[in-house]
C-alpha cells in the first residue's frame, strides 16, 4: 500500500509511551528529507556550518535512514540481497565492493540541517518544545537557529533537546526553527557498542530512527516502570514525575483487553515519584498465543489542572524457571506457570535497504507472522537494541524476544569500552522494561569484543588457501591491542574433526579480568531487572573455564557451527532425542 504522507515512518514511534495522538497538531514527525552534508576534514564547526544562512546545501538526505543505507539517498526500491549499501558514503567509491565495503575508507561526519515551524495552538501555547532522536550513531550535537542545545554520546537509544528559548516568532503565532544536527562515527568504533557492525555487517552511521517534536509541560511524566505479579492478579506501577511537587495527582486508568470495567485510580505525587500496587480484574495473562494486553492512560494533575498526559499498555505474564522432575536436570522454562519450549530463530534485524531501520512497519509485522506461522514462539534479537515499534508489534501479536545488548568491537575492552556498554545497558533496560514480549536478556555473545569475533570465524569458515597458523606465527592483526592473551597450538598436533574442535584447540581466551567484569555486569543486570531471565554470554570460551563453560547465568546457551548437512542433521537429532518439554 502507498504511504499516503510522503515521508517514511510516519507512525508516532513510541507506541509504549505516548503523548502524542495527532501529527501535525499536537507533535510533529520530522522524518523525510533534511539538507545534508559531509564534513571529510571536520571543518564544519570551524566554518560555523551550524549558524543560520541562506545558502542551500547541495545533499539531501532522507531520515530516519542511516547514511550507509540506499534508502537514506531515495533509492530503497532498487535494495535487495545484492544491492545494499550506497557508494556515495566511501571516499574512493570505484574501488569498493562487497568485500570491503565494511572497512573502507568512508566520511565519518554528517551534518543534517531542517527547518521547523511549531504551531500555534492549545496544544503547544505555554509549553516546552522538546525535540527527540530515536538514535542516531553516535556522537551528535545540536544546535537551533545558532545555539548550541548540547552533545549525547550512543548509537541505540533516544534523546532529546529542550529548544523552546531558541525559537523564533514567525506570522500567525508560529515559531520558527533551524535545527541542524552534526553526527560523527568514527571507523575506529572498537570503543563503541557497535554489535554487528565491526567488520561482520554493514556500518550504520547517522541518524536511524524517527526525530519527532512534541509539547510538554515543564510539569510532566518522565518514565515509568511496570511490573506484572501474576500469582496475586497485581499491576506494580513506579512512576517518576518531572518538576512534580506534593500538589500533583497521577490518575492510572487501566482497560482490559476484553469485558470487564476500567479501573480507574488516583494517586499522589510524593517526591516525584508514584509507587502503587493495582489489583488486575479480570485476569487476561499474556502470552504468544493470547498476546491480552491492558490500556493504560496515565493522566498527571498539578492542583487540579491536568498538565500531562501519556498513553501506555502492559501484559500480565510471568517469566520464570521451575525444577523438573529429574533433580539432576536443569530447570524447565515457565511462561505463566507452564513450562514451555522455546523454538525459534536468531532474528538479525538488518534490512536490504535501510540497514538498521526497516522501510516501513509493514516489515516488522510481515517478519512476526511468518514467525510465528512456521512454527516459532520467539525470537533472539542479536546484538542490536531495535526499534521500539518492532517490540511494539511483538508485545500485540503475540511472540516472545530475547535481546542482546551490542559488544564493543575487538580491542574496545578497554576503561571507556566498558562504561560505554554499562551506561548503553543500563539505559536499554530502562527503556524496554515494560514490553511483556521481552522474557531474557542476553549481555555478551560468543565473546565478541573479547578477541572472539574474527578469529573464531575464520576457524568456523576459513578463507580458501588460508596459510596455518603455527607457533612461530605472529597472531592476527585485528588482535592487536587485545589485553587478552590468545593461545595458538601448533597445527601439526592439531586433529580436529570439525570447526568447533579446532576451534577449541586453536583459540581459547584466557581473560580472568574480562571474565570478573561480565560477571559484575551480570549482577548489575539481575538488580536492574529482577523480573527477567538474564545471560551471561551466549557460547563462553574463556581459557580458564570448561569450553562453553558460563559464569553465574539464568540460561545455558550454546552453538554448533557445521557446513556438512549430514553431520548437522545427526547432530540436531541427538540433541532432539535428549531434549524434553521446558528444557
Known sequence: ???????????????????????????????????????????????????????????????????????????????????????????NPLEVNRQNHRYAPRYEVGWYRREIKIPDNEHWRGKRVIVTIGAADFFTDGWCNGFHLGHHEGGYLPFEYDITDFLKPGENGVLLGLLILRVE????????????????????????????????NRTHIDRFQLASDLNEAAEHFIVYCADAGDDCTLEIEITPPKEGASISVKCPVQDGIVNRRIPIQPLYPWNPNEPHLYSVILRLSRKGELVDVVRTYFGMRSIGPAPTEDPA???????????????????????????????????????????????????????????????????????????????????????????????????????????????????FNETWGFGGQVEFVEFIS???????????????AALSGIKSDVAIANTETVKAKDAAEAATARLKL?????????????ELAKKLDTT??????????????????????????????????????????KVVSATYAGS
Open 1 to 91: 500500500m502507498p504511504n499516503p504522507y510522503g515521508y517514511p515512518r510516519p507512525e508516532y514511534p513510541r507506541p509504549e509511551r505516548q503523548r502524542g495522538t495527532l501529527e501535525g497538531l499536537d507533535w510533529l514527525n520530522l522524518n523525510g528529507p533534511w539538507q545534508f552534508r559531509f564534513d571529510p576534514e571536520r571543518r564544519g564547526e570551524q566554518e560555523h556550518w551550524h549558524q543560520p544562512d541562506d545558502l542551500q546545501w547541495r545533499e539531501q538526505i532522507i531520515v530516519p535512514f542511516p547514511w550507509e543505507s540506499l534508502s537514506a539517498w531515495g533509492e530503497g526500491d532498487a535494495a535487495g540481497n545484492d544491492n545494499y549499501y550506497s557508494t556515495r558514503v566511501f571516499r
Open 462 to 476: 576459513p578463507a580458501p588457501n588460508k596459510a596455518k597458523v603455527t607457533e612461530g606465527n605472529p597472531p592476527p
Open 185 to 216: 562515527d568514527p571507523m575506529d568504533n572498537k570503543e563503541q557498542p557497535v554489535g554487528k557492525q565491526w567488520r561482520w555487517y554493514t556500518t550504520n552511521s547517522g541518524i536511524w530512527q524517527t526525530v519527532f517534536v512534541e509539547p510538554r
Open 329 to 443: 536436570a536443569p530447570m524447565a522454562l515457565c511462561l505463566n506457570g507452564v513450562a514451555r519450549y522455546l523454538r525459534g530463530a536468531l532474528h538479525q534485524s538488518y534490512y536490504p535497504e535501510g540497514i538498521y531501520t526497516a522501510g516501513d512497519v509493514q516489515t516488522f509485522k510481515n517478519d512476526i507472522a511468518y514467525a510465528k506461522k512456521v512454527g516459532f514462539n520467539f525470537l533472539r534479537i542479536h546484538i542490536k537494541i531495535d526499534d521500539p515499534l518492532l517490540l511494539y508489534y511483538a508485545d500485540s501479536m503475540g511472540i516472545l524476544i530475547m535481546a542482546d545488548f551490542p559488544n564493543f568491537g575487538e580491542g574496545g575492552d578497554t576503561a571507556l569500552g566498558r562504561r560505554r556498554f554499562e551506561e548503553m545497558m543500563r539505559l536499554a533496560i530502562q527503556r524496554d522494561f515494560n514490553h511483556p514480549s521481552i522474557f531474557a536478556w542476553c549481555l
Open 510 to 522: 584466557s581473560n580472568q579480568s574480562s571474565h570478573v567484569w561480565v560477571q559484575k555486569m551480570w
Open 532 to 573: 527477567r531471565l538474564i545471560e551471561d554470554m551466549s557460547v563462553v570460551h574463556w581459557e580458564h573455564l570448561d569450553y562453553y563453560a558460563h559464569g553465574d547465568t539464568d540460561i545455558n546457551s550454546w552453538h554448533f557451527y557445521m557446513h556438512d548437512y549430514e553431520k548437522a542433521k545427526e547432530h540436531i537429532q
